[in-house]
């Protein structure tokens, strides 16, 4: 039997706010004997619906990987959010996950909407489970120190450079997994070698400046002083997400890392010259390494 009892949402960051739904969602789930599973779309509702989808904080790749591994959800069914599910009646989209995806019971936040038109909520969601004989759960708002928590209250955060801010509100830190890529090697030939990571074109990049981050490289957590931005020192114009995984040995090309993001250290800026910008990178490096010590205490 793969009955599953899913939390509905898109779930942007997977936040401290999602966190309750996903949470009511296994406490339906285990003493029925089904799997909590989550139901997301692959790119925003609003992009179609609105025709200006919002920039993300994590791809839909990392979201799963998220809800699977930070959140303990057994099944993540991503759905693309095309024209025809624009305009599927809201009775119809539920019947869809109950014929398509075993579904047995239903969670969502009392904000959220579904449905040709936006038609369906927590309401008309609580009536439908209550005729079908299936059990729901509405979530009311989070709010943390007064603060509605929302994926668009983060993603500011991320945006102008509060990172402190962002992971509490994440309650987990800011994540960009991926591929190293072949930068200009610059860092190299400084000392310092550095990670080249693609920042994908549909998220949100974190204010332009330097971050206390941990790395995961085959299991094994290493601290990383990050640099995101264009390097003006060495007038570079692409964004860049470079990592400079401190205590780690070995080729990094093509090898899959997580960057990990907790502390914003200071704004990009343009140094007088590679030497300058050789000691400024080393403090850094210092005060990440600092950093993890108080974190770890």
């Known amino acids: 039997m793969n009955e599953t009892i899913y939390a509905l949402g898109f779930f942007d960051g997977v936040h401290i706010g999602h966190a309750a739904l996903l949470s009511a969602c296994r406490g339906l789930a285990a003493p029925r004997g089904c799997r909590a599973g989550v139901v997301t779309f692959g790119t925003h509702p609003d992009g179609l619906v ?26 993540v069914i991503t759905l693309p959010f095309d024209r025809k599910m624009r305009d599927m009646d809201w009775r119809d989209f539920l019947e869809m996950l109950r014929a398509d995806y075993d579904a047995a019971g239903f969670v969502c936040g009392e904000d959220f909407r579904f449905g040709r038109r936006g038609a369906g909520n927590a309401e008309s969601l609580g009536q439908y489970c209550r005729a079908a004989g299936l059990p729901w759960a509405v979530i009311p708002e989070q709010t943390r120190d007064g603060i509605r928590i929302s994926s668009t209250y983060i993603r500011r955060q ?104 907790y502390y914003f250290l200071r704004p990009e800026q343009k140094f007088p010259s590679l030497e300058a910008l050789q000691e400024e990178i080393h403090r850094n490096a210092r005060q990440t390494r600092e950093f993890f010590e108080q974190l770890e205490i």
């Open 50 to 75: 609105l025709g200006q989808p919002p920039r993300l904080i994590n791809t839909a790749r990392d979201r799963e990987w998220l809800l699977r591994e930070r959140f303990h959800m057994e099944q």
């Open 158 to 261: 991320l945006e102008t450079g509060d990172m402190k801010t962002a992971v509490a509100f994440l309650g987990h830190p800011h994540i960009l997994r991926g591929q190293v890529v072949h930068g200009q090697a610059l860092g190299r030939r400084l000392g310092i070698p550095t990670a080249n990571l693609q920042l994908p074109p549909e998220l949100a990049a974190p204010k332009f400046g330097v971050y206390a981050c941990r790395a995961w490289v085959d299991g094994k957590a290493y601290p990383a002083v990050t640099n995101i931005g264009t390097r003006p020192t060495v007038s570079g114009h692409a964004v860049t997400v470079e990592p400079w995984i401190l205590d780690y040995q070995g080729d990094l090309y093509g090898v899959e890392i997580t960057l990990e993001f």
